[in-house]
Nanobody, 122 residues
Framework: QVQLAESGGGSVQAGDSLELSCAAS????????MGWFRQAPGREREFVAA????????LHADSVKGRFTISINNAKNTIYLQMNNLKPEDTAVYFC???????????????WGQGTQVTVSS
């Protein structure tokens, strides 16, 4: 089993930057992709970004392209989400996820983290 631990959430002003981290532990070899999802109050959980352990391929949702960047540190089994030019509509609980690439990017990862709150004020 893989365990995921997010960190880095907080409250910021519009236009600010924030970086989220997610460290994987346990049977990390069982998963080939990690990613981020978010869920705002009253809305469904939505895909944000994903990155593959093996070849580093990345996918970002259209809503965050050009502002958010996912990256990976293989040695630390950790992924990051650099969020720039944050907007109030980015306010949500951000969840780390892990699993096979094709399943993860459509919202069906094998493992979820506990989530971290990001609040952006105007």
């Amino acid at each position: 089993q893989v365990q995921l631990a997010e960190s880095g959430g907080g409250s910021v002003q519009a236009g600010d930057s924030l970086e989220l981290s997610c460290a994987a532990s346990g049977s990390v070899f069982m998963t080939d992709t990690m990613g981020w999802f978010r869920q705002a109050p009253g809305r469904e959980r939505e895909f944000v970004a994903a990155i593959s352990w093996s070849d580093g391929r990345r996918l970002h949702a259209d809503s965050v392209k050009g502002r958010f960047t996912i990256s990976i540190n293989n040695a630390k089994n950790t992924i990051y989400l650099q969020m720039n030019n944050l907007k109030p509509e980015d306010t949500a609980v951000y969840f780390c996820a892990a699993g096979p690439y094709q399943a993860l990017v459509v919202g069906r990862p094998a493992v979820w983290g506990q989530g971290t709150q990001v609040t952006v004020s105007s």
